[in-house]
């Protein structure tokens, strides 16, 4: 069974906070504060749930970006939290790369800043704002990206045509999610890791079980990745595709501004 666009079954006001109905606003709050939760045990808890496999779902993002080696290019990272795909992308390309993370989540932006001292990046900038209603003039990065991020956004519709404003004509769009599970025996082996295994180590790792039942419950209720591409053909995007990963479990959504 598909499940269609997230805003086709919400009403006007309500979305979904994993498997609940809550309002637009509630939505956002309730996803603050998971991240606000787990900030500190972010980046290992993703090693942990998913075996290390997420560094290899960003680095295909990464070869997708394909940031020039010798001349400017600047990405806006969109829900971009603790730098991981900034500092990606900044190590693959020339030194006139620059990157900014916008983030609504000011815990998680704290840890990107801190990795990114330790590491003595100065081309990233770390700003604290929401994906729909970014503080950027329009055209004003070559790539935007967003890994994990647009399902936890209440108003994807808005972030979409967003992303789609701050691009340069001929910049591309690059989004990374959890997707529908294609493969049969994969599907029934992820469901039951995802609905008991993943909730134990968020309560271990990270001290809280029900910010990771919140996650899982989020990629159940995201749409499938032909319904995503048409929000971003809709959005204005053109030459929209999708490639699944890992049997489905993540799809690399892509779109152009032309
Ligand atoms: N992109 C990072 C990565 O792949 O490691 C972080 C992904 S994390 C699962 C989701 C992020 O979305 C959180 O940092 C959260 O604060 C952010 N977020 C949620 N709603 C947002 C919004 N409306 N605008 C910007 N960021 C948002």
Not at 170 to 184: A, H
Request: glycine share 8%; aromatic share 10%; with cysteine.
């Amino acid at each position: 069974m598909t499940t269609p666009p997230e805003e086709a079954h919400a009403s006007a006001a309500t979305t979904h906070f994993g498997f609940r109905d809550v309002s637009l606003a509630d939505k956002q709050t309730l996803v603050d504060d998971v991240f606000h939760s787990v900030a500190d045990r972010y980046d290992l808890m993703n090693d942990l749930m998913s075996g290390g496999l997420h560094r290899a779902w960003k680095d295909a993002l990464v070869t997708a970006v394909s940031p020039p080696k010798s001349r400017d290019f600047a990405l806006l990272d969109l829900a971009g939290g603790t730098g991981d795909v900034a500092f990606r992308v900044l190590a693959a390309g020339g030194s006139a790369t620059r990157a900014t993370v916008v983030d609504i989540n000011s815990d998680m932006l704290d840890v990107g800043r801190a990795r990114a001292a330790a590491r003595e990046l100065a081309a990233v900038a770390f700003v604290e704002g929401n994906a729909e209603a970014l503080p950027f003039p329009d055209r004003a990065f070559d790539a935007v990206t967003i890994a994990f991020g647009i399902r936890n956004v209440p108003r994807i519709a808005a972030a979409l045509s967003e992303a789609r404003r701050v691009l340069a004509i001929g910049g591309r769009f690059l989004c990374l999610e959890f997707s529908t599970v294609d493969v049969p025996g994969l599907d029934a082996l992820y469901d039951f890791y995802s609905f008991n295994v993943i909730p134990v180590l968020g309560r271990l790792v990270a001290g809280d079980a029900e910010a990771y039942r919140y996650l899982v419950e989020s990629i159940r209720r995201f749409p499938p990745p032909e319904s995503f591409a048409g929000m971003m053909r809709t959005a204005g995007f053109a030459r929209v595709s999708y490639r699944p990963l890992t049997g489905g479990i993540v799809a690399l959504h892509s779109g152009w501004r032309l």
